[in-house]
């Protein structure tokens, strides 16, 4: 059964970088019909995709935070990572690292459990 | 980009009842529309992909339906347990979620 969690400081200050790890367990990272993504919801709020990657590193980024936005692979530890820069109180929020069926379709069939990250001095 | 706008925001319904929700994009997203299921303090859950297929292992009471613009989630007889806020999701041109509809039992 695929498993994914999510790991990282809980706390950021404001200006900094935020920085999550997904680990991938019970299925390869390299599986070419997949790719792996970041979503966040601020608490109470809906859903935002953050950006995807395949494992041969290929990236797709949410316009409006591409700017600050960097998504990694590690394919020999079989986990993906997060780096948010400059982040403010408003990314504040419950990170997820999900799974994209990409194939005849695509969707987020797996996700972690999701991290909170609180933005604050 | 592609918005998505989910009505109604929240929704009170009986155990038993036939619940419906509607989604609309913002321009033609074809089929490209998922459907997820997000229970308090718990990730979203797939049920409903590309408009009207439903995932393995969920229940046929939920079912989906539309294409270009408008969209549908039905659950036929809602369950105690399908007390969650839905999203549906358009992977057209790249990826979005809408706002949410919270379910809650009358």
């Known amino acids: 059964q695929l498993q994914l969690q999510e790991s990282g400081p809980g706390l950021v200050k404001p200006s900094e970088t935020l920085s999550l790890t997904c680990n991938v367990s019970?299925?390869?990272?390299?599986?070419?019909?997949?790719?792996w993504g970041w979503i966040r919801q601020p608490p109470g709020k809906g859903l935002e995709w953050i950006g995807t990657?395949?494992?041969?590193?290929?990236?797709c980024y949410n316009p409006s935070l591409k700017s600050r936005v960097t998504i990694s692979v590690d394919t020999s530890k079989n986990q993906f990572s997060l780096k948010l820069s400059s982040v403010t109180a408003a990314d504040t929020a419950l990170y997820y690292c999900?799974?994209?069926?990409?194939?005849?379709?695509?969707?987020?069939?797996?996700w972690g459990q999701g991290t909170l990250v609180t933005v604050s001095s | 980009d592609i918005q998505m706008t989910q009505s109604p925001s929240s929704l009170s319904a009986s155990v038993g009842d036939r619940v419906t929700m509607t989604c609309q994009a913002s321009?033609?997203?074809?089929?490209?529309l998922n459907w997820y299921q997000q229970k308090p303090g718990k990730a979203p859950k797939l049920l409903i992909y590309?408009?009207?297929n439903l995932e393995t292992g969920v229940p046929s009471r939920f079912s989906g339906s539309g294409s270009g613009t408008d969209f549908t989630f039905t659950i036929s007889s809602l369950q105690p347990e399908d007390i969650a806020t839905y999203y549906c999701?358009?992977?057209?041109?790249?990826?979005?979620f809408g706002q949410g509809t919270k379910l809650e039992i009358k």
């Open positions: 999701q358009q992977y057209d041109d790249l990826y979005t």
């Open positions: 990657i395949y494992f041969n590193g290929s990236t």
């Open positions: 321009q033609d997203i074809r089929k490209y």
């Open positions: 590309d408009a009207s």
């Open positions: 999900a799974r994209l069926y990409s194939s005849n379709s695509q969707n987020f069939d797996y």
């Open positions: 019970g299925g390869s990272i390299r599986n070419s019909i997949y790719y």
